[in-house]
């Protein structure tokens, strides 16, 4: 997969270079990019905002650099991703939508978001999702993206070792993991729970299912 990122600070995404996605990388799984928005500015100050019309607080994100970035990124049938607080929710299951695509671009805005223009246009050129990680804003949308890559990443074949662990994991099947244990069976005067030194597979999967129930009502009420 082919994977690009828009954005003023481009240095985010160096974490990318670490663990698994560092290896993925290195192994040729996954092709990254992060480019800087204002290598595509051509003024002394490489500005990349200006005031909102209509007035308001706050700074807009210019559609001139951006749709020069794009001129050049979206070749082929990318994927563009506005990550905003105003997209629509990022899920697990849009993660395995997207982990089948050929090539991502995340468009990572700062301020008060971008010219809307950006997105109409970006439409002309490619598919294009405006998403959020959750119900809080952040300062800028590399954080966002950076998630979304990983959510997404780790779901191409080959990337994760072991794709056994994919499949157990917490909303995969709508309810939260189970909790886990592991060596020492007893630490500082706690146990692990009997059943699972037990041995029995069958009591151990009926106890994991009823404790992802149990975890799902507690935490995410919602999800059931
Ligand atoms: N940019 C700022 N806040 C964000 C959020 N919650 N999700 C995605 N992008 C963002």
Redesign the pocket.
Not at 131 to 141: E, K, R, T
């Given at each position: 997969m082919r994977i690009d990122a828009i954005s003023i600070f481009p240095d985010f995404f160096s974490v990318l270079d670490i663990s698994l996605l560092g290896k993925a990388r290195e192994a040729g799984l996954i092709e990254f990019k992060a480019h800087d928005l204002r290598s595509y500015t051509h003024d002394r100050h490489k500005t990349v905002d200006d005031s909102p019309y209509g007035g308001g607080a706050g700074m807009v994100m210019k559609p001139e650099p951006w749709g020069e970035a794009f001129d050049q990124l979206l070749t082929g049938n990318p994927t563009v991703i506005f990550?905003?607080?105003a997209?629509k929710k990022?899920n697990q299951e849009i993660a395995q939508e997207l982990s089948k695509k050929q090539h991502l671009v995340f468009a990572c805005?700062r301020y008060e978001g971008i010219d809307q223009r950006v997105v109409d246009y970006a439409r002309t050129k490619a598919e294009v999702l405006e998403?959020?990680?959750?119900?809080?804003?952040?300062?800028?949308?590399e954080v966002?993206?950076i998630a979304m890559i990983e959510a997404v990443c780790r779901l191409i074949p080959g990337v994760i070792g072991n794709s056994d662990s994919l499949a157990d994991e917490s909303h995969n099947d709508g309810l939260l993991e189970y909790p886990s244990f592991t060596k020492p069976q007893s630490w500082r005067g706690l146990e692990v729970p009997e059943v699972l030194l037990s041995g029995h597979h069958a009591e151990i999967a009926a106890w994991r299912k009823q404790q992802s129930m149990l975890r799902t009502q507690q935490n995410r009420p919602d999800l059931l």
């Open positions: 990550t905003t607080p997209g990022f805005g998403l959020s990680i959750g119900d809080y804003v952040l300062n800028g949308g966002a993206a």
